[in-house]
Protein backbone atom coordinates (compact mmCIF):
# COMPACT_ATOMS: atom_id res chain seq x y z
CA UNK A 1 0.00 0.00 0.00
CA UNK A 2 1.23 3.30 -0.76
CA UNK A 3 -0.05 6.90 0.06
CA UNK A 4 0.20 9.61 -2.45
CA UNK A 5 0.35 13.70 -1.93
CA UNK A 6 0.36 15.90 -4.46
CA UNK A 7 1.04 19.40 -4.00
CA UNK A 8 2.55 22.53 -6.10
CA UNK A 9 -0.66 23.23 -7.70
CA UNK A 10 -1.92 27.21 -7.89
CA UNK A 11 -3.29 29.99 -9.81
CA UNK A 12 -0.42 30.89 -12.36
CA UNK A 13 -0.95 33.06 -15.86
CA UNK A 14 -1.05 31.38 -19.25
CA UNK A 15 2.64 30.89 -20.90
CA UNK A 16 3.87 30.58 -16.86
CA UNK A 17 5.43 27.63 -15.49
CA UNK A 18 4.54 25.55 -12.31
CA UNK A 19 5.97 22.20 -10.85
CA UNK A 20 3.87 19.77 -9.03
CA UNK A 21 5.42 17.10 -7.01
CA UNK A 22 4.09 13.78 -5.93
CA UNK A 23 5.42 12.56 -2.40
CA UNK A 24 4.60 8.40 -1.66
CA UNK A 25 4.88 7.15 1.42
CA UNK A 26 4.21 3.84 2.77
CA UNK A 27 6.33 2.07 -0.24
CA UNK A 28 9.25 2.44 -2.24
CA UNK A 29 8.41 4.12 -5.15
CA UNK A 30 10.46 2.24 -7.11
CA UNK A 31 8.06 -0.27 -7.77
CA UNK A 32 5.63 1.26 -9.22
CA UNK A 33 4.91 2.75 -12.78
CA UNK A 34 3.71 6.09 -12.05
CA UNK A 35 1.37 8.54 -13.82
CA UNK A 36 -0.13 12.00 -14.03
CA UNK A 37 -3.45 12.76 -14.69
CA UNK A 38 -6.43 15.33 -14.86
CA UNK A 39 -9.29 16.30 -14.40
CA UNK A 40 -11.18 19.87 -15.54
CA UNK A 41 -14.77 20.24 -14.25
CA UNK A 42 -17.17 18.68 -16.17
CA UNK A 43 -14.89 16.38 -18.13
CA UNK A 44 -13.50 12.88 -17.88
CA UNK A 45 -10.54 12.67 -15.98
CA UNK A 46 -7.52 12.35 -18.62
CA UNK A 47 -3.93 10.95 -18.58
CA UNK A 48 -1.04 13.30 -19.06
CA UNK A 49 1.92 11.65 -18.47
CA UNK A 50 3.52 8.04 -17.36
CA UNK A 51 7.38 7.33 -16.27
CA UNK A 52 8.52 3.80 -15.70
CA UNK A 53 9.88 2.56 -12.65
CA UNK A 54 13.26 3.65 -13.20
CA UNK A 55 12.59 6.74 -15.00
CA UNK A 56 14.10 5.75 -18.15
CA UNK A 57 11.07 5.66 -20.01
CA UNK A 58 8.36 8.51 -20.30
CA UNK A 59 5.47 9.24 -22.33
CA UNK A 60 2.87 12.01 -22.64
CA UNK A 61 -0.33 12.87 -24.10
CA UNK A 62 -0.16 14.55 -27.37
CA UNK A 63 -1.82 17.69 -25.80
CA UNK A 64 1.19 18.46 -23.56
CA UNK A 65 4.09 16.47 -25.34
CA UNK A 66 6.56 19.27 -25.58
CA UNK A 67 5.40 21.48 -22.41
CA UNK A 68 5.44 19.34 -19.79
CA UNK A 69 8.03 17.02 -18.30
CA UNK A 70 7.65 13.95 -15.87
CA UNK A 71 10.13 13.11 -13.67
CA UNK A 72 11.15 10.66 -10.67
CA UNK A 73 13.37 11.03 -7.95
CA UNK A 74 13.27 7.25 -6.29
CA UNK A 75 15.53 8.05 -3.51
CA UNK A 76 12.96 11.10 -3.15
CA UNK A 77 10.28 8.94 -3.17
CA UNK A 78 8.70 11.70 -5.28
CA UNK A 79 7.54 12.18 -8.67
CA UNK A 80 7.33 15.40 -9.96
CA UNK A 81 5.56 16.94 -13.19
CA UNK A 82 7.30 20.40 -14.84
CA UNK A 83 4.80 22.56 -16.39
CA UNK A 84 5.76 25.21 -18.97
CA UNK A 85 3.96 26.90 -21.55
CA UNK A 86 0.73 26.67 -19.42
CA UNK A 87 -2.43 27.52 -21.31
CA UNK A 88 -5.74 28.16 -20.03
CA UNK A 89 -7.01 24.55 -21.16
CA UNK A 90 -4.56 23.05 -18.97
CA UNK A 91 -6.56 23.47 -16.04
CA UNK A 92 -7.90 20.76 -13.97
CA UNK A 93 -7.32 19.04 -10.94
CA UNK A 94 -3.90 16.95 -11.77
CA UNK A 95 -3.87 13.60 -10.16
CA UNK A 96 -0.98 11.47 -9.05
CA UNK A 97 -1.14 7.70 -9.28
CA UNK A 98 0.76 4.60 -9.50
CA UNK A 99 0.87 1.29 -11.37
CA UNK A 100 1.91 -1.93 -9.18
CA UNK A 101 1.00 -4.68 -11.85
CA UNK A 102 1.97 -2.88 -15.00
CA UNK A 103 5.15 -3.78 -17.57
CA UNK A 104 4.97 -0.31 -18.94
CA UNK A 105 3.62 2.93 -18.20
CA UNK A 106 0.24 3.25 -19.23
CA UNK A 107 -2.17 5.62 -20.17
CA UNK A 108 -5.53 3.98 -19.15
CA UNK A 109 -6.76 4.86 -15.99
CA UNK A 110 -8.27 1.84 -14.89
CA UNK A 111 -4.73 0.15 -14.68
CA UNK A 112 -3.68 2.63 -12.10
CA UNK A 113 -3.97 0.96 -8.34
CA UNK A 114 -3.09 4.26 -6.41
CA UNK A 115 -4.31 7.71 -6.01
CA UNK A 116 -3.47 10.76 -4.62
CA UNK A 117 -6.56 13.35 -3.96
CA UNK A 118 -5.44 15.89 -6.24
CA UNK A 119 -3.82 19.56 -6.46
CA UNK A 120 -5.50 22.52 -8.56
CA UNK A 121 -4.35 23.97 -11.35
CA UNK A 122 -5.54 27.01 -12.38
CA UNK A 123 -4.42 29.07 -15.82
CA UNK A 124 -5.64 32.61 -16.12
CA UNK A 125 -5.93 34.31 -19.51
Request: with cysteine; net charge positive.
Amino acid sequence: QVQLVESGGGLVQAGGSLRLSCAASGRTLSIYNMGWFRQAPGKEREFVAAISRSGGYTYYADSVKGRFAISRDNAKNTVYLQMSSLKPEDTAAYYCSADRRGNRPTNKLSEYDFWGQGTQVTVSS
